[in-house]
C-alpha cells in the first residue's frame, strides 16, 4: 500500500519560508497568526456584532494578548469600542437589584463565577489553532528530502512544541529527526559563550518565544508556594492600579531573582528548567545575561539529562496499520514519542505557583484593610481591583458588608471609566476633534488594565 504524498498548498510553504527564519517556526508562525488576527479586529472587525459578543463572553482578551495588542496595533478607538462594550456587560452585574435590597446573600458568589471569562480569549484561540495547523503541515511533509534538510538546518522546533510533536511522529527516522536536532542545538547553546542575543535564542528553546505559547495559570486557591513568601502588604497611593497586580508582580520579581540566586549547579537549576515562557522571559528582564546566562546553560543541560535516561521503548507503529492510520487520518500516537514527550514537557512553573501564592496573600490584606474600622483602604482611594481580583477577592470575603464594600467601590470605578471610554470614542469623530482631551486620554489602557490585569 503506497501512501500518498500530501498537497504541497500555501500552508506548506508558509512552514517552508519559516524554517528559513531564526527561531521556532511554529512559535513565529503562529505569533504572526494574532497578529493578524489583530490587524483585521482593530481596521474591519472591532464593530462586528459577532466579534463583540465574544470578546464580551471573553471578558476582553486574555492578559498577555490584551496587552500585546495595545502594545502592536496603538488603537485607542478600537481599544476603547471593545473595552466599552466589556464593561457595559459587566455592570448591570455589579448594580443593585433594589435600592432597598442592595445585596443578597449568595449573590457575591454568583457574581464572581459571571465576572471570570464566559468564553476562550478569542487571540488563545487562534494561536492554538494556528500552531495546531502548521505543526500538523510540517509533521506531515517531514519525509520529503528538502523539508528534512530544511529542518536540519533551521533552529528547529522550541521545547513546548517538540513536546506536541513527539506524540505525532510519523516514522521513525522523523521521530530521529526532531529529537536529533533539539538535542544538538541546545548542547550547542549550553556549551559555549553566548553573548545576550544568542542567549535570548537558548531562552527561546526552552520556553518559545513571547505570547507564543498558551499559559496556563493555576487558580490561587490551590496554589502550592515552592518556598515561603512573605505576606503581600500593598499599599494604596492616588492613581494606583489593582493593589493584588502591584502586589504580585513585586513578589514574583523578588521570588524570580531569589532563584536565580539559588542556582549555582545542575542539581539546583530545577526551578529554572520548569519556568513558564512568561515567567522565563521576565527572569531575563529583571536581570543581565551576565547573570543569567550560566543558569539557563545548566537548565538545558538538565533537559538533556531527562532526555539521556534510559527506558524501555517500542518503535513507533509500522507498516500496514500506520499506512491505513495516515490514509484514513488517523494519527497513530508514537509511544516512544509520547515517552520522550513527557521527559521534556514543562512540568508545573514554581513562578506560577508562587503567582498565586501571592495573589492569595494579596487578597487576604486587602480584605483586612476594609474590614474593621470603616475600612482604611477604602476611605483612601477606594479598592482598586482589576476584574479577575476582584473575583478572587469576592469569594474570600468574609461576610456581605465586606462583598458590599468591594462591589460598590468597583461600581462606581467602572461607572466612571465606561462614561470616559464614551468620551473618547465622542472625541474621536472628526466633527469634535479640536476640543482637548481630559481625564479620558488615557481610558482605552486604564480599561486594559481593569480588564485584563496590569502589564
Sequence with gaps: MRQQRPSRHTTFHEVLDALRQEGCPICRLGVRAVSRQFDVLSYEGVNDPGSRAELRRARGFCHGHAWQFANEVHDGLGTAIIYRDVLGALLPLLRPRSPAAPHRSGRAGALERRLLPQAECPACRTLAGASRRYL???????????????????????????????????????????????????????????????????????????????????????????????????RIEPGAGCLVCGAVQKEVSRWLVAALAATGGLAEDKP???LCGFHAWRLTELAPWSQTG??????????????????????????????????????????????????????????????????????????SGITGSEGALEAIH?????????????????????????????????????????????????RFRHEPYGPEVDAPWRAIADMAGEE
Design 136 to 234: 500538523d503541515t510540517l509533521l506531515a511533509h517531514l519525509s520529503d528530502a528538502d523539508v528534512r534538510r530544511r529542518y536540519r538546518a533551521s533552529h528547529a522546533l522550541c521545547r513546548p512544541h517538540l513536546a506536541m510533536a513527539l506524540p505525532q511522529a510519523r516514522d521513525r527516522p522523523g521521530l530521529d529527526l526532531l529529537i536529533g536536532v533539539f538535542r544538538e542545538r541546545a548542547e550547542a547553546l549550553s556549551g559555549q559563550t553566548l553573548s545576550a542575543e544568542m542567549g535570548s535564542l537558548l531562552v527561546e528553546a526552552l520556553v518559545g518565544r513571547p505570547l507564543a505559547v498558551p499559559r496556563t495559570v493555576p487558580f490561587p486557591e490551590a496554589a502550592q508556594t515552592p518556598q515561603p513568601l512573605p505576606p503581600a502588604a500593598p
Design 382 to 430: 477606594g479598592v482598586p481591583l482589576c476584574r479577575s481580583h476582584l473575583a478572587l477577592v469576592l469569594s474570600l470575603a468574609p461576610d456581605e458588608a465586606a462583598e458590599w464594600r468591594l462591589i460598590r467601590s468597583a461600581l462606581a470605578r467602572w461607572q466612571a471609566l465606561h462614561a470616559e471610554l464614551g468620551e473618547y470614542i465622542r472625541k474621536q469623530d472628526y
Design 272 to 274: 529554572l528548567v520548569d
Design 294 to 367: 550560566p543558569a539557563w546553560q545548566r537548565a538545558a543541560r538538565r533537559l538533556l539529562h531527562r532526555l539521556a535516561e534510559p527506558q524501555e521503548t517500542r518503535p513507533p507503529e509500522q507498516g500496514v496499520w500506520r499506512e491505513l492510520g495516515v490514509l484514513l487520518g488517523i494519527r497513530r500516537p508514537s509511544s516512544e514519542g509520547e515517552t520522550l514527550a513527557t521527559r521534556i514537557a514543562q512540568r508545573t512553573c514554581p513562578a506560577c505557583e508562587a503567582e498565586a501564592a501571592a495573589a492569595m496573600g494579596a487578597a487576604k490584606g486587602v480584605l
